[in-house]
């Protein structure tokens, strides 16, 4: 199936903002572990909408069809990498939020972020 230019935007941004959520602990703390929204998310919603309801790893392999240069493919391969590994062996956040390992994750979503220019207030 061919996506239009504009599911494929779409995509992206949704792929962004689910990094935006990532990379800020403040969020995760609120929504993540204390249950406050407005937003309703948890970690595992987040893993299943960068792994499967955005399919981050099929954006990786066609990156030229989402306009994505090669420089941010790396990082956003490099930070899917890191977060697969991570996210099989953690799933539950107060236990991992304030770890040295967590931190590295954060700011590689960060990176990810400026590598497209993403404002981080989304």
């Not at 960068?50 to 956003?76: A, G, H, M, R």
């Not at 700011?107 to 497209?116: C, G, H, I, P, Q």
Request: glycine letters at 2%; hydrophobic letters at 35%; charged letters at 35%.
């Amino acid at each position: 199936m061919q996506l239009s230019d504009k599911v494929k935007k779409q995509i992206l941004i949704n792929i962004l903002k689910v990094i935006k959520r990532i990379s800020d602990k403040e969020y995760q703390k609120r929504v993540w572990i204390l249950g406050e929204g407005p937003e309703v998310d948890d970690f595992d919603e987040t893993c299943c909408n960068l792994f499967d309801d955005y399919d981050c790893n099929s954006i990786i392999e066609n990156y030229k069809d989402f306009e994505i240069t090669e420089p941010q493919k790396k990082l956003l391969k490099k930070f899917r990498d890191k977060f697969r590994t991570f996210s099989d062996e953690n799933f539950w956040p107060p236990e991992f939020i304030d770890t040295p390992e967590w931190a590295k994750i954060t700011e590689m979503a960060e990176d990810v972020l400026k590598s497209f220019s993403h404002p981080k207030t989304c």
